[in-house]
C-alpha cells in the first residue's frame, strides 16, 4: 500500500457509494426498470482487488456487480445510463444492472446467474495461460454462490490446471434471505480451499488493507505459474437483498449497521500519512460532483430506438 493506491481506493470508495446511494434514489422514484442489488457496504472488497488489477486483468461479476464495475474503470456515465435502460448504456440500454459489462476493461459482466462465474472466470485464466500473459483472471462470487454445483467444478478444474485465477468470496453472511450459518456444511468457505489444493484465505473484508494484501499474495501465486487461491472476504451489504427487500429476515443484532469501510479505511489511511484530511475531504466531494454528472447523463439519454428491438439480442 502507498499513497498513489491509498488515494485510488478511497476515491473508488467514494464513488461506488454515491452511485449506490443515487441508484436508490432513483429507483425509489420509479426510473429504473427491472431489480438493482446495491453493492454499498461491501467497497473494500472491489477496491482493495482492483487496486492491484490492469485493464489486461480479467473480472467476473455476480448480480451485485456495480462496485466491481466502477473499481474495475468502466466509465461510471454510461454505467448509470445503462441501469436506468438508456440507449447511452454501456450494453445499450438493454442488459441493465445485472449485464453491466466491459470487455475492453476486462470487466467481463455482471451477472444474473448465480455462480455464473466460476466456468467464465476459469475460462478466461485458461486464455491468459495459453497465451502466456501476465495477467489473472478474478471470479467473485457470494456466500450463496458457493453452494452451488459449478463452485466445485470451477475451483477443481483451475486448480488441476494450474490457472492464474483468484476466487473472491464475498461473503455478506447471507444468500438472499438465507443465512450462510444454515446454508454452508462447513463454517468457512475459505476451509473449502483444501480439498481442491490451494490456499484458502478468510480476511476481514471490511478493511481494503486485509483485501489488498491477500490478493497480492494470491496474484504472486498466480503469475509464478502456482495456480489458484480462493480468498473469503467477511463483509455486509448495508441495504436489503435488492431495492425493496425490508429483511424482515434479519434480526437486530444482525444488521451491523455500524459496519462502515470507508470510515475505516479514511482513519487507517490519514493515520498512515497516504492521505490528508485535505486530500479524503476533496475526494468524498468529487464523488458527489462525478455521480451527479453521470445521473445528469444518464437522465438525458434517449431510450435506446425501436427498431434497434432486435440488435445485440441473442435469444
Ligand atoms: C442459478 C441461480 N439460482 C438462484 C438465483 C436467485 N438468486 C438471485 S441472488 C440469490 C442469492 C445469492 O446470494 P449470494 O451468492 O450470497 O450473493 P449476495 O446476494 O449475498 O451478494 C439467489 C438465490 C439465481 N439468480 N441464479
Known amino acids: 500500500m502507498n499513497k498513489e493506491k491509498a488515494l485510488w481506493i478511497y476515491q473508488k470508495m467514494n464513488e461506488i457509494r454515491h452511485f449506490e446511494e443515487e441508484v436508490r434514489r432513483i429507483f425509489a422514484k420509479g426510473e429504473i426498470p427491472g431489480f438493482v442489488h446495491l453493492y454499498a457496504g ?14 489486461g486483468d480479467y473480472i467476473t461479476s455476480t448480480h451485485r456487480g456495480h462496485g466491481h464495475a466502477i473499481a474495475k474503470g468502466c466509465d461510471i456515465k454510461r454505467m448509470m445510463a445503462e441501469i436506468m435502460g438508456k440507449k447511452d448504456g454501456l450494453g445499450g440500454g438493454k442488459g441493465g444492472s445485472m449485464h453491466v459489462a466491459d470487455v475492453e476493461k476486462g470487466m467481463l459482466g455482471a451477472n444474473g446467474i448465480v ?18 500473459q501476465e495477467h ?10 458457493a453452494n452451488e ?3 466445485h467444478e470451477g475451483l477443481n478444474l483451475a486448480s488441476i490446471l494450474d490457472l492464474p485465477v483468484v476466487f ?8 438472499e434471505g438465507t443465512p450462510h450459518s444454515y446454508a454452508s456444511a462447513s463454517e468457512t468457505i475459505s ?6 489444493d490451494m490456499p484458502g484465505v478468510r480476511v476481514d473484508g471490511m478493511k481494503v488493507t486485509e483485501v489488498y494484501d491477500a490478493t497480492r499474495e494470491a496474484i504472486e501465486r498466480a503469475k509464478k505459474g502456482e495456480g489458484p487461491t480462493l480468498i473469503e472476504c467477511d463483509t455486509y451489504r448495508h441495504y436489503g437483498h435488492f431495492e425493496g427487500d425490508e429483511e424482515k429476515y434479519k434480526s437486530d443484532d444482525d444488521m451491523n449497521r455500524d459496519r462502515d469501510p470507508i470510515p475505516e479505511f479514511r482513519e487507517k489511511a490519514i493515520e498512515k500519512g497516504w492521505l490528508t484530511k485535505k486530500q479524503a475531504d476533496e475526494i468524498e466531494e468529487q464523488a458527489v460532483k462525478t455521480i451527479k454528472t453521470a445521473v445528469e447523463f444518464a437522465g438525458s439519454s434517449p431510450l435506446p430506438d425501436l427498431e434497434s428491438l432486435h440488435e445485440d439480442v441473442f435469444a
Open 42 to 55: 461491501e467497497e473494500a472488497v472491489a477496491t482493495g482487488v482492483m487496486a492491484l488489477l490492469d485493464d
Open 115 to 132: 455462480g455464473g462465474g466460476f466456468g467464465l472466470a476459469s475460462g478466461a485464466a485458461l486464455t491468459i495461460k495459453t497465451l502466456k
Open 136 to 145: 489473472v483472471a478474478v471470479c467473485f462470487f457470494g456466500d450463496g454462490a
Open 149 to 151: 454445483g459449478v463452485f
Open 168 to 175: 473472491v468470496c464475498e461473503n455478506n453472511q447471507f444468500g
Open 191 to 196: 476451509e473449502r480451499a483444501v480439498v481442491y
